[in-house]
């Protein structure tokens, strides 16, 4: 009666093993995937967030020199230390700003900012700028006359700016992420002469 009992209670054969182990493989395999996948899209996204960080800090620095700056000159032709309208864009913009003549512009992907002769970058080498442009509009101070703003005889517009940034940040082709960022800054300072 023992033996009978011994017999019942056999284990696994060889088979049952490789096929629960095979099964078990497969779902390993398949959960490992999707935690590399959710691994590697929250890696893009402390990227991205380092990236606007970046980005939202240069935004703050220019947007406050031309804030509280005057004398706007988009682009390089002509002289900087006059006012310049571009309602078409450029890729350049000077301001006359309490700290001095600051110039913002795009190279290598990066952002510029040039006080007197120095150029430093003012964005992360993470993230690479394709296009800067600067539309400045109502730059020439108004001229108090007759009161009446015409365009051939004064400018009767407070300056302002419009900026315009795109590019990329990341450095593989897949986890590249695009943005364009848009703002309009406004001269603070009253502008008339």
Not at 2 to 18: A, P, V, Y
Not at 55 to 83: A, V
Not at 138 to 165: E, F, H, K, M
């Amino acid at each position: 009666m023992q033996q009978k009992l011994q017999d019942n209670q056999s284990g696994f054969s060889l088979i049952e093993i490789m096929v629960a182990v095979s099964i078990f493989s497969i779902v390993m395999l398949i959960s490992m995937g999707s935690i590399l996948s959710v691994l590697d899209a929250n890696k893009k996204s402390q990227t991205l967030r380092a990236v606007m960080d970046n980005l939202n800090s240069t935004m703050e620095s220019m947007i406050r020199s031309i804030r509280f700056g005057k004398n706007y000159h988009c682009g390089t032709i002509g002289d900087i230390n006059d006012p310049m309208d571009c309602p078409s864009g450029d890729s350049s913009l000077t301001v006359l700003s309490p700290n001095g003549r600051i110039t913002y512009k795009s190279d290598s992907g990066r952002i510029f900012r040039s006080i007197g002769v120095v150029d430093s970058p003012i964005t992360s080498p993470d993230v690479t700028i394709s296009k800067l442009t600067f539309y400045v509009l109502g730059s020439a101070p108004y001229i108090s006359g007759d009161g009446q703003c015409t365009p051939s005889n004064n400018d009767c517009l407070q300056p302002r700016v419009i900026i315009v940034i795109s590019g990329s940040s990341g450095t593989k082709p897949n986890s590249k992420s695009k943005f364009t960022l848009e703002t309009t800054v406004s001269q603070r300072q009253f502008d008339f002469k």
